[in-house]
């Protein structure tokens, strides 16, 4: 199958659908008309609301669209001078905590026995999120501004008690997460509740997020995945989506027992070993985050202080 992202950039004022093949970036529905197929009926986010019925035929159209670009069979002119966006708007962002082995031991976390324990799971503000190439602000408060490159799932079918075995079926997609994280925030000192997730790491721009959404078909194997964090060209992270302590079907079983997934929410699947804590380093204005994972992508983000 010819792999294909679907993007949201800007050109000229106007915001539409991108559909990346290759190392080029092309309107979507430009190519659809080249086709002869039918037009996108919405953005992303409606494509992915629609996923089970509209939404998943119309990327099914994309992907044989994609497949006519590589194979020269289409007029299709690459974009220049666009603006990538955020690829869709996360309806709720679910987060995996102490998810890989070697992190949580550089977070100097003990962690009970994986036949003894379920995912440790939290929320993360949707408002948090912002595309390739966005500022990544540091706020004033925050001294200890940390990263994590993530696996991001992109949920495309609602579901409650999903089983393991059936869990890729409610996934629509990937996409990258970097999930800033202020690390001298996540900890409080004024109640007893020592951690606070949610104020460590759902300040505004915390949440970088694309460069677009690769539909599952795209990714064979989306549990062994090389992911790398680099911070101003000098690697940091390097690992793998195998690593996982619980696995992307895991970690969807258990937010299902929980709660009712709906299309659009993100699962943000955890980060291995590498961050700034576990070197005693931390972001500072300047900096430039480049977080990668193989079959996705790469985003970039500058740091600047507010």
Same mark, same amino acid.
């Given at each position: 199958m010819t792999w294909f992202g679907?993007?949201?950039? =800007?050109?000229n004022g106007r915001t539409a659908a991108g559909l990346a093949v290759g190392d080029a970036l092309y309107d979507a529905q430009a190519v659809l008309r080249e086709t002869a197929a039918a037009a996108l009926p919405g953005d992303l986010d409606a494509l992915i609301a629609g996923w089970e019925g509209a939404g998943a035929a119309a990327v099914e159209r994309l992907g044989?669209?994609?497949?006519?670009?590589?194979?020269g069979r289409v007029n299709? &002119?690459?974009l220049a001078g666009h603006t $990538? %966006?955020?690829?869709? &708007?996360? %309806?709720?962002?679910?987060?995996?905590?102490?998810?890989?082995y070697e992190h949580a031991r550089e977070m100097g976390t003990e962690l009970a026995p994986r036949e003894e324990s379920t995912p440790y799971m939290f929320m993360k503000a949707e408002t @948090?999120? *912002?595309?390739?190439l966005a500022q990544v602000v540091i706020p004033p408060t925050a001294e200890r501004v940390d990263w994590e490159v993530e696996l991001a799932v992109v949920i495309g079918r609602r579901g409650r008690h999903i089983a393991v075995e059936d869990a890729y079926d409610y996934i629509a997609g990937y996409t990258i997460l970097n999930d800033v994280s202020a690390r001298d925030l996540n900890r409080r000192t004024d109640y007893p509740f020592k951690h606070d997730w949610f104020r460590g790491k759902s300040f505004d721009t915390f949440g970088? $997020?694309?460069?677009?959404? *690769?539909?599952?078909?795209?990714?064979? #194997?989306?549990?062994?995945l090389r992911m790398r964090l680099a911070i101003n /060209? =000098?690697?940091?992270q390097d690992g793998s989506t195998s690593e996982m302590i619980f696995s992307i079907a895991e970690q969807i079983n258990y937010l299902s027992t929980i709660l009712t997934l709906q299309p659009g929410d993100l699962v943000a &699947?955890?980060?291995? &070993? /590498? +961050?700034?804590?576990? %070197?005693?380093?931390?972001?500072?204005? /300047? #900096? *430039?985050? *480049?977080? @990668?994972?193989? /079959?996705?992508?790469?985003? =970039?983000?500058? $740091? +600047?202080?507010?």
């Open positions: 679907i993007a949201t950039y =800007e050109l044989a669209a994609a497949a006519a670009i590589e194979a299709a &002119t690459p $990538l %966006r955020v690829p869709y &708007t996360p %309806r709720r962002i679910f987060a995996a905590a102490s998810n890989y @948090s999120i *912002v595309p390739t970088p $997020l694309g460069p677009w959404f *690769v539909p599952r078909a795209c990714i064979p #194997d989306a549990q062994n /060209g =000098e690697m940091m &699947t955890g980060t291995p &070993t /590498g +961050v700034g804590m576990g %070197r005693g380093i931390y972001l500072k204005p /300047g #900096d *430039v985050m *480049v977080a @990668s994972i193989d /079959g996705i992508g790469s985003i =970039e983000n500058p $740091l +600047v202080a507010a």
